[in-house]
């Protein structure tokens, strides 16, 4: 682009079409001292963070000699409630620490290769210009250390990752994170930000299957992830690990995908992106519903926290959500705007005309038309066709729920503890506060618009499975609660 507008320019300025200079001159304005020239002044150590937080801004700082010093580290972790897997981390964590330099900095970079390691490693950061992003120069074997260094000339959000063989599989072990290059002056000021990044993970057991889990490559080269995942784990960015904000705030995300695989749908059910650094460059798009992002790469988003709620964080390839754990939350606190938002205003009959039947959806009258089961066996199988329509993405198939949003059914002792009560949270929905077999829920069951038929059977159906007491449920006690 450069070369194109000094060209312009000369062009231009022989026939002097101002205009034209001008609009050549803004779209270079931050680049007005080449960064390659730009000088440092003084030395500082990077403040690197964990995820989800990163580092404070750059601010008005001049170009410095930055010193990053970041540890790799091999360690055992949990991907899922039971699932134990061995990440190879940039710093202990998944994704790996975050960095943030300025435009002009000389970086200088300090791999160190924990002792008990058992591999290899090095790393490629895409805010490198020079081979293998850094690669060449930072293999560094367990117990040892490398430094190199490197000036960061282009502003944007850039992944690194590692990238010794074999690549795909040090990144599927976690081995990526994300370095942020601030234009001169730094980015526009925000209330909050947080560091988010998808990546898939390969296990030889399924999704769910319990102990330690060994990375399986044959999967890998399938692309067949058992699990894709914000910030290294299921249950990462939910419950009290949620991300928060307050009503009126400005909160900025950057979000990165490390794969090493799948690309990302990057959406948040509740929100608009009023403004997204396209593929975590310098073009600004406005008003964006969900930004793709692919892996090896980044996007910076923005928006202010208007309504308060839950609002949840997803992977719109929506099974990668609801089913491998692309899955987080973002928690809202603050006074509602009801110009902005109402909240549900009336329910009331919907009466088509010519319509005979005049009872609410799910009053247990008219839905009680359908068929009838006439026998618990019947009712257990009817029931699973309701839970497979109505409950399955949130409890999930096998009923176990997901950790930290949405309890299990499976063995549940709150559910086996009263009857009456599981009738009541289909009939009714439930808020607040509950423990499930010791593990605290603080989500929202919307309620179900199920006849008393549909409750009876899906609830024997859940009753009958999953280890739970085999209670069955009839029509009438759904009727005898629904009064
Ligand atoms: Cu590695």
Redesign the pocket.
Known sequence: MKQTCILKKTFLFAFLAAGFAYSCQNADKKTDTPSVEMKTTGKITAELTSPPLVPEPVGERPPAKLTVSME?LEKEGEMADGVKYMY?TFGGTVPGSFIRTRVGDEVEFHLKNHPDNK?P??IDLHAVTGPGGGAASSFVAPGHEVTFSFKVLNPGLYVYH?A?APVAM?IANG?YGLILVEPEGGLPAVDREYYVMQGDFYTKGKNGEQGLQAFDMQKAIDEHPDYIVFNGNIGALTGNKAITANVGETVRLYIGNGGPNMLSSFHIIGEIFDKVYVEGGQLINRNVQTTLIPAGGAAIVEFKAEVPGTYTLVDHSLTRAFNKGALGLLTVTGDGNKTIYSGKQTEGIYQPEGSTVQVMPGSGNAADEGPKAANLSERVKMGKTVYARTCIACHQENGKGIPNAFPPLAGSDFLNADVNRAIDIILHGKTGKITVNGKDFDGVMPAQILSDEEIANVLSYVYDNWGNKKQEVTPAMVSQKRK
């Open positions: 790799i190879w591999l490693h090095n590692c010794t040090h081995m």
